[in-house]
Nanobody, 124 residues
Framework: VQLQASGGGLVQAGGSLRLSCAVSGRIFSSYTMGWFRQAPGKERELVAGIIKNSGRTYYADSVKGRFIISRDNAKTTVYLQMNSLKPEDTAVYYC??????????????????WGQGTQVTVSS
């Protein structure tokens, strides 16, 4: 299984970006998916997740109301729409897949597969 993240870039505060994560394999629908981010000198943290069967979503408090996670099982892709971006959103963003989860875990070791990361930089 391979995850390919894309869509990062440089944006001004208040702007928007949409990240995509294309997942290889035919059982994408069986994965709970998460988007994490890691800023320099900080631990990797969960930003948003979407559960495999129910489609229920989870958001970190810091992004609630600004970010939207979604998935397209036909395209085996998960998205992260990021609006009203702030300088503190600057980080490398990673997508991750959990084969067995029926809930969104905040723990990195729970996830089985990871994308390579895409840089998001928000200027003030």
């Amino acid at each position: 299984v391979q995850l390919q993240a894309s869509g990062g870039g440089l944006v001004q505060a208040g702007g928007s970006l949409r990240l995509s994560c294309a997942v290889s394999g035919r059982i994408f629908s069986s994965y709970t998916m998460g988007w994490f981010r890691q800023a320099p000198g900080k631990e990797r943290e969960l930003v948003a997740g979407i559960i495999k069967n129910s489609g229920r979503t989870y958001y970190a408090d810091s992004v609630k109301g600004r970010f939207i996670i979604s998935r397209d099982n036909a395209k085996t892709t998960v998205y992260l729409q990021m609006n009203s971006l702030k300088p503190e959103d600057t980080a490398v963003y990673y997508c991750a897949a959990d084969r067995s989860g029926n809930y969104v875990s905040t723990l990195t070791h729970v996830y089985d597969y990871w994308g390579q990361g895409t840089q998001v930089t928000v200027s003030s």
